[in-house]
């Protein structure tokens, strides 16, 4: 498998590229155009000898390419993924994939016209070995059936790394388009749910006054035929904390719970990826960081094989658009500036 990387405005391109590479594919080169200097200083010190191709048209053209991988400004990730799938390459970006409901439409015909796919790297679940461990304890019955996800998204802002599209919401869409797309996708996953509705949802900026548009708090209730979920997402992890953020996974099932705290442990384990499981048998502790990642060698397996093992295409649209749903509907917070939606459609 051959891939091409185009969008480098995003450090998470890295952790897609080295999971490509890990998986076994072959990178052909990159596109070095970027809005953030230090993310492709970053890409180039990790991946020194990948190939800098500054025409991205022989990148898209060219037919031994079998998958575009993105992580542009959010805002422009769709208009790149329908190029690409339209010279027959299947494609992976960045959450979140699409900003507007105009972009979902045209990647959604692009995708029934091409047969091509279109994968967004929910990496708060596929490069996060604790959620593959929570996996397999719903798979086995552990805790019965789920019925209750609450997710949170805590983020350090990290003001003086971010480029000044980080705060136009046009650009990155809001903030429960763009974060709260991993909770919603773990909703739908970890519930068995193909759909869901957006019950209630809300946005809010409470920090100082220089970005008074950025939205820096957000949650959702969101509910399917048969499971209830709470999402919140913020940017105000305190500098305080040992990693990015405290983000936790809880699963109530039937039977038994399950909390993931993906990147760190306040009660002073070392790591990341805790799981903590009460079931019938009693309460017990998982240390699950060694468990392997599994999504990038299914994606290449789906783009060979024209299977759907890493996720469905419709879960990827499902997710989309209730992010986009909640996004549009979301009321705003007693107490917080009121910053202008982005265009919904």
Same mark, same amino acid.
């Given at each position: 498998?051959?891939? +091409?990387?185009?969008?480098?405005?995003?450090?998470?391109?890295?952790?897609?590229?080295?999971?490509?590479?890990?998986?076994? *594919?072959?990178?052909?080169? %990159?596109?070095?155009?970027?809005?953030?200097?230090?993310?492709? *200083?970053?890409? #180039?010190?990790?991946? /020194?000898?990948?190939?800098?191709?500054?025409?991205?048209?022989?990148?898209?053209?060219?037919?031994?390419?079998?998958? &575009?991988?993105?992580?542009?400004?959010?805002?422009?990730?769709? +208009?790149?993924?329908?190029? +690409?799938?339209?010279?027959?390459?299947?494609?992976? &970006?960045?959450?979140?994939?699409?900003?507007?409901?105009?972009?979902?439409?045209?990647?959604?015909? =692009?995708?029934?016209?091409?047969?091509?796919?279109?994968?967004? =790297?929910?990496?708060?679940?596929?490069?996060?070995?604790?959620?593959?461990?929570? #996996?397999?304890?719903?798979?086995?019955?552990?805790?019965?059936?789920?019925?209750?996800?609450?997710?949170?998204? /805590?983020?350090?802002?990290?003001?003086?790394?971010?480029?000044?599209?980080?705060?136009?919401?046009? *650009?990155?869409?809001?903030?429960?388009?763009?974060?709260?797309?991993?909770?919603?996708?773990?909703?739908?996953?970890?519930?068995?749910?193909?759909?869901?509705?957006?019950?209630?949802?809300?946005?809010?900026?409470?920090?100082?006054?220089?970005?008074?548009?950025? @939205?820096?708090?957000?949650?959702?209730?969101?509910?399917?035929?048969?499971?209830?979920?709470?999402?919140?997402?913020?940017?105000?992890?305190?500098?305080?904390?040992?990693?990015?953020?405290?983000?936790?996974?809880?699963?109530?099932?039937?039977?038994?719970?399950?909390?993931?705290?993906?990147?760190?442990?306040?009660?002073?384990?070392?790591?990341?990826?805790?799981?903590?499981?009460?079931?019938?048998?009693?309460?017990? %502790?998982? #240390?699950?960081?060694?468990?392997?990642?599994?999504?990038?060698?299914?994606?290449?397996?789906? &783009?060979?094989?024209?299977?759907?093992?890493?996720?469905?295409?419709?879960?990827?649209?499902?997710?989309?658009?209730?992010?986009?749903?909640? @996004?549009?509907?979301?009321?705003?917070?007693?107490?917080?500036?009121?910053?202008?939606?982005? #265009?919904?459609?």
């Amino acid at each position: 498998m051959r891939f +091409a990387v185009i969008g480098l405005d995003h450090r998470h391109i890295y952790h897609m590229v080295e999971g490509l590479l890990a998986a076994g *594919a072959a990178c052909v080169g %990159y596109d070095p155009a970027t809005s953030d200097a230090r993310v492709l *200083a970053g890409f #180039e010190e990790r991946f /020194p000898a990948l190939t800098k191709v500054t025409e991205r048209r022989r990148l898209i053209e060219d037919p031994t390419v079998d998958v &575009v991988v993105c992580a542009a400004i959010p805002r422009d990730r769709a +208009a790149i993924a329908v190029e +690409a799938m339209r010279h027959g390459k299947d494609v992976m &970006v960045d959450k979140p994939g699409v900003t507007t409901i105009a972009q979902l439409v045209e990647v959604e015909a =692009c995708v029934a016209e091409t047969g091509r796919i279109f994968s967004i =790297c929910f990496s708060e679940r596929f490069i996060v070995p604790a959620t593959l461990v929570a #996996e397999k304890l719903i798979g086995d019955g552990t805790i019965g059936r789920v019925i209750q996800t609450i997710g949170m998204g /805590p983020h350090r802002l990290n003001r003086q790394i971010r480029p000044d599209w980080f705060f136009d919401t046009t *650009a990155y869409g809001g903030i429960l388009a763009d974060i709260a797309s991993h909770q919603i996708d773990q909703f739908l996953h970890f519930t068995g749910s193909r759909d869901a509705q957006i019950i209630a949802s809300s946005v809010g900026h409470f920090g100082d006054g220089e970005y008074p548009g950025f @939205q820096d708090f957000g949650d959702i209730l969101l509910r399917s035929e048969g499971a209830s979920g709470y999402i919140r997402v913020d940017w105000f992890t305190a500098d305080g904390l040992s990693n990015w953020g405290d983000g936790r996974l809880f699963i109530l099932g039937t039977e038994g719970t399950i909390e993931l705290r993906k990147y760190v442990d306040l009660a002073g384990r070392p790591g990341t990826d805790h799981v903590f499981v009460v079931d019938r048998q009693g309460t017990r %502790y998982i #240390e699950a960081h060694r468990e392997p990642l599994v999504y990038f060698d299914r994606f290449l397996t789906d &783009v060979r094989d024209r299977t759907e093992t890493a996720m469905r295409q419709d879960h990827v649209f499902a997710v989309c658009r209730l992010a986009l749903q909640a @996004q549009a509907d979301a009321s705003y917070l007693t107490g917080s500036a009121r910053p202008g939606h982005p #265009e919904s459609s």
